[in-house]
């Protein structure tokens, strides 16, 4: 496994970071023995890295992961939408207390959405920069789908990480195209701001062409790490290879591409309309007072899943 430093953290972190979400409640729903079953594999196999966040319900299968590894240090990255002070206190407390750590290595506001989004969590960043001084965080970040927010991250001072999305399509850029974001990152990589991709494969779009996308973001300059959410042991032995640069079987390639993924919404499904303001991809609409989906623009985030009070929508 390649390893790279985080910009200007001090944190030395594998080239593929395993991204928790997929394994937990809001898409596969594995047990707690597999899923951390996945991410243990993936520590055997290098992985130093993992990104996760209050919403997606995995500490649990990260805590069970870690217990079961060597990896002499685990990075971790959270995240929380709280915008005030208590309320991001109370989400880094509870990913300690879920993790069983002393400290969180990275916590970012999540999915801000423009400027006004950063402004309007100022409070909550103020806790995060509080709990860096004290040592319960390492290094302070945002997580984001918008070119905006990463040109206005690489501006402010107290921000050490950018989580970005990025792919050789631009699938999921919120508010321009791939060559404004690489512009962006470039950027902010510059002026020492870590930086790990999201959504290389954009959202499973991408899956027929895994070695070229992740080697395409892998060649972007300033890009430290790539999180990619892995749901068995096949995928983590096909990603660990390709980002280890060894030759990958055309057995394991073809298994883990066959497996296609997509959104559902299920008969309950009231059309309330709730998801269509969680959704970061604006992939969703009311048809028939039910919810549809456009495939071609679904990322399969699964942040919609959560919104849903009937939990209707479920990435299969």
Not at 2 to 24: D, H, M, P, Q, W
Not at 246 to 270: F, M, N, T, W
Not at 307 to 312: L, V
Request: hydrophobic residues 45%; charged residues 15%.
């Amino acid at each position: 496994m390649n390893y790279c430093e985080l910009g200007c953290t001090g944190l030395k972190v594998s080239r593929l970071c395993f991204g928790a979400l997929t394994i937990g409640p809001l898409q596969s729903k594995l047990s707690l023995s597999e899923g951390a079953a996945v991410i243990k594999a993936a520590l055997d196999a290098g992985v130093n890295f993992i990104d996760t966040a209050e919403l997606y319900g995995t500490y649990p299968y990260i805590r069970e992961a870690l217990a079961r590894t060597n990896q002499p240090h685990v990075v971790i990255a959270s995240k929380s939408y709280a915008y005030t002070y208590e309320g991001m206190r109370e989400s880094v407390e509870t990913a300690c207390r879920e993790l069983n750590r002393n400290f969180i290595d990275i916590f970012l506001l999540h999915e801000q959405s423009s400027r006004l989004t950063l402004k309007g969590h100022r409070d909550a960043l103020q806790f995060l920069l509080n709990a860096k001084s004290a040592g319960l965080v390492k290094a302070v970040g945002v997580s984001t789908h918008a070119v905006e927010v990463v040109q206005a991250a690489a501006a402010m001072e107290q921000i050490d990480v950018i989580h970005p999305i990025l792919n050789m399509r631009g699938i999921g850029i919120a508010d321009g195209n791939v060559v404004d974001m690489l512009t962006a990152i470039h950027a902010a990589a510059a002026m020492g701001k870590g930086i790990y991709a999201m959504k290389a494969l954009g959202g499973g779009h991408l899956c027929g062409s895994a070695l070229e996308s992740f080697n395409w973001v892998l060649a972007q300059q300033g890009v430290a790490s790539v999180a990619v959410g892995m749901q068995s042991r096949e995928e983590v032995l096909l990603n660990t290879a390709i980002f280890s640069g060894k030759p990958v079987s055309r057995e394991l390639s073809d298994k883990v591409s066959a497996k296609q993924r997509h959104l559902i919404v299920e008969e309950g499904c009231a059309g309330c309309g709730t998801c269509l303001q969680r959704c970061p991809a604006s992939a969703l609409y009311i048809n028939d007072e039910k919810v549809n989906v456009n495939a071609q623009r679904c990322i399969l985030c699964g942040y919609c899943g959560a919104a849903c009070p009937n939990f209707c929508l479920k990435i299969i």
